[in-house]
């Protein structure tokens, strides 16, 4: 078993070996731009795009049109909350989102505000779970936009995406999800779940960093976004800019291995996740576990150690590697904003920590590390009371 211990599968994961093999010709040997469709290089750099769009689109039933390549999930909530209250102003300028959501939606929505347009913030209950009737609640006729993640970068809650897309869909508002956990994790269907517009990652599911995706729906309805770099008129005139093929190619593969997976890795994450949990409860007292009993992610745990400081319990585990929450904010000294929404007390939020469990994960990982976990939350707890 090689230390330290990998448990942070939903801050990033590896590259799958796989993903890297195909990538490799493209650093190389098919080193084309492929925009330059006059002589065989750039055509078979176009091919790879053409095909690696394909296998992003099959993973979650869209068409190879409809996926708009990006730097990564950032950019892609950005394009696609600013892309679409830019383009649709004229129709309203009230946008709904959740308190919850990663500031990569958050940050733009703020921007929005600053631009003249009204953002309702909703709530959720103990597990980070929104109800589809509070959406259906703070629909006006002046909301041109829904945005709600597919499942939280935290606590791991799946949201009920389908009952509300087709909430929105009934008042003809349109609904974007931020998909960057959720994906390869949870079926994900655009056209039976009536979304709109969907953001994804390929970090997330074993595949480069650097690169993303949004789908944006082409018919029924169409959606139209005003672009945020402007340039060469590269995809679909949305996001200009030289393609990085390799690792556009790198997650078209990590998406198609993704797919094969989608029914036998779920379940044994959710096994995993399980042993961990329980092997941390039955060795300590006072643990909160911070998800949605049953609508949750199959490989993240996120607990919370009465009587310790989350920070000191991460330096102490030396050999496994953890993480507080969001790996976007974990410089920030504020306290995590989706602990304080679900009601967690200062107690509990100041000992929280989130487990990621990964493709690569063994049982003798986990059973190595919820006993390092067990021994060093005693030993801090000692420390503390001595």
């Given at each position: 078993m090689q230390l330290p211990v990998y448990l942070d599968n939903n801050a990033t994961t590896p590259v799958d070996p796989v993903v890297v093999e195909t990538m490799l010709p493209f650093f190389g040997r098919v080193f084309g731009n492929a925009?330059?469709?006059?002589?065989?290089?750039?055509?078979?750099?176009?091919?790879?795009?053409?095909?690696?769009?394909?296998?992003?689109a099959s993973l979650i039933g869209a068409r190879e049109k409809e996926i708009v390549f990006t730097s990564g999930a950032t950019e892609s909530n950005n394009l696609a909350?600013?892309?679409?209250?830019?383009?649709?102003?004229?129709?309203?300028?009230?946008?709904?989102?959740v308190?919850?959501?990663?500031?990569?939606?958050?940050?733009?929505?703020?921007?929005?505000?600053?631009?003249?347009?009204?953002?309702?913030?909703?709530w959720v209950d103990e597990y980070g779970w929104l109800d589809p009737d509070e959406v259906s609640r703070a629909l006006t006729d002046q909301t041109i936009l829904v945005s709600v993640m597919a499942a939280n970068n935290e606590i791991g809650t799946v949201q009920p995406i389908q009952g509300i897309a087709h909430r929105c869909r009934e008042r003809g508002v349109l609904f974007h999800t931020d998909a960057a956990q959720a994906l390869g994790k949870i079926p994900l269907h655009v056209d039976e779940m009536g979304i709109d517009l969907m953001s994804l990652s390929a970090h997330k599911i074993y595949g480069p960093k650097g690169i993303g995706a949004l789908f944006v729906r082409n018919k029924e309805p169409r959606v139209r976004l005003e672009p945020l770099v402007y340039g060469g008129g590269h995809e679909n005139g949305l996001r200009s800019g030289t393609h990085a093929v390799p690792n556009i190619v790198g997650f078209g593969k990590a998406c198609e291995l993704a797919k094969i997976h989608l029914e036998t890795e779920p379940p044994r994450l959710h096994q995993l996740r399980e042993r961990l949990s329980i092997r941390i409860r039955s060795g300590l007292d006072d643990v909160n576990v911070n998800s949605h009993p049953t609508s949750c992610l199959p490989g993240l745990l996120h607990l919370s150690f009465a009587g310790i400081d989350g920070e000191s319990l991460m330096f102490a585990l030396k050999e496994v590697a953890v993480s507080q929450g969001s790996s976007c904010t974990s410089g920030s000294l504020e306290p995590s904003h989706v602990l304080r929404a679900i009601?967690?007390?200062?107690?509990?939020?100041?000992?929280?920590?989130?487990?990621?469990?990964?493709?690569?994960?063994?049982?003798?990982?986990?059973?190595?590390?919820?006993?390092r976990v067990v021994e060093t939350v005693q030993h801090l707890r000692a420390v503390c009371k001595t």
């Amino acid at each position: 078993m090689q230390l330290p211990v990998y448990l942070d599968n939903n801050a990033t994961t590896p590259v799958d070996p796989v993903v890297v093999e195909t990538m490799l010709p493209f650093f190389g040997r098919v080193f084309g731009n492929a925009s330059s469709h006059q002589h065989s290089y750039g055509l078979e750099a176009a091919r790879a795009i053409d095909r690696a769009r394909e296998q992003v689109a099959s993973l979650i039933g869209a068409r190879e049109k409809e996926i708009v390549f990006t730097s990564g999930a950032t950019e892609s909530n950005n394009l696609a909350l600013l892309g679409a209250a830019r383009r649709y102003r004229d129709r309203g300028r009230h946008i709904i989102t959740v308190v919850t959501e990663h500031k990569a939606v958050l940050e733009p929505c703020r921007q929005l505000e600053r631009e003249g347009f009204t953002v309702t913030y909703l709530w959720v209950d103990e597990y980070g779970w929104l109800d589809p009737d509070e959406v259906s609640r703070a629909l006006t006729d002046q909301t041109i936009l829904v945005s709600v993640m597919a499942a939280n970068n935290e606590i791991g809650t799946v949201q009920p995406i389908q009952g509300i897309a087709h909430r929105c869909r009934e008042r003809g508002v349109l609904f974007h999800t931020d998909a960057a956990q959720a994906l390869g994790k949870i079926p994900l269907h655009v056209d039976e779940m009536g979304i709109d517009l969907m953001s994804l990652s390929a970090h997330k599911i074993y595949g480069p960093k650097g690169i993303g995706a949004l789908f944006v729906r082409n018919k029924e309805p169409r959606v139209r976004l005003e672009p945020l770099v402007y340039g060469g008129g590269h995809e679909n005139g949305l996001r200009s800019g030289t393609h990085a093929v390799p690792n556009i190619v790198g997650f078209g593969k990590a998406c198609e291995l993704a797919k094969i997976h989608l029914e036998t890795e779920p379940p044994r994450l959710h096994q995993l996740r399980e042993r961990l949990s329980i092997r941390i409860r039955s060795g300590l007292d006072d643990v909160n576990v911070n998800s949605h009993p049953t609508s949750c992610l199959p490989g993240l745990l996120h607990l919370s150690f009465a009587g310790i400081d989350g920070e000191s319990l991460m330096f102490a585990l030396k050999e496994v590697a953890v993480s507080q929450g969001s790996s976007c904010t974990s410089g920030s000294l504020e306290p995590s904003h989706v602990l304080r929404a679900i009601g967690l007390s200062e107690k509990w939020i100041r000992g929280s920590i989130r487990f990621g469990i990964g493709r690569f994960t063994t049982e003798e990982e986990i059973d190595w590390a919820s006993d390092r976990v067990v021994e060093t939350v005693q030993h801090l707890r000692a420390v503390c009371k001595t």
